[in-house]
């Protein structure tokens, strides 16, 4: 299973974003998908995320700002960042916890990572 992120750049102050991670592989199940970010100097912490029972959680500093939805036909989400501040600038990294078929098998859930999409908020 792999996660790949895009959509990550530099934008003004106030401005927006979209971020899109997409999973591939051999996956048989995607339980929860989520975006969690890390500046320099800092833990990676949540953004915003579809838990388990499909309900959505988000980061205060998120709430009002960021909306996250997804396209499972697609195994896709997506982060809709509005009003960008300059204290939004980091790299952010999509994740899922995944179950995936081998040989046939359903395997147990794991937890997969992108590789991470640079936002830089500055004018």
């Known amino acids: 299973v792999q996660l790949q992120a895009y959509g990550g750049g530099l934008v003004q102050p106030g401005g927006s974003l979209r971020l899109s991670c997409v999973a591939s592989?051999?996956?048989?199940?995607?339980?929860?998908m989520g975006w969690f970010r890390q500046a320099p100097g800092t833990h990676r912490g949540l953004v915003a995320k579809?838990?388990?029972?499909?309900?959505?959680d988000y980061a205060e500093f998120a709430a009002g700002r960021f909306t996250i939805s997804r396209d499972n036909a697609k195994n896709t989400w997506y982060l809709q960042m509005n009003n960008l501040k300059p204290e939004d600038t980091a790299v952010y990294y999509c994740?899922?916890?995944?179950?995936?078929?081998?040989?046939?098998?359903?395997?147990?859930?794991?937890?997969?990572w992108g590789q991470g999409t640079q936002v830089t908020v500055s004018s």
């Open positions: 579809y838990n388990s029972y499909g309900n959505t």
């Open positions: 592989g051999s996956i048989f199940n995607i339980y929860t």
């Open positions: 994740n899922a916890a995944v179950s995936a078929t081998f040989d046939g098998r359903i395997g147990p859930i794991a937890d997969y």
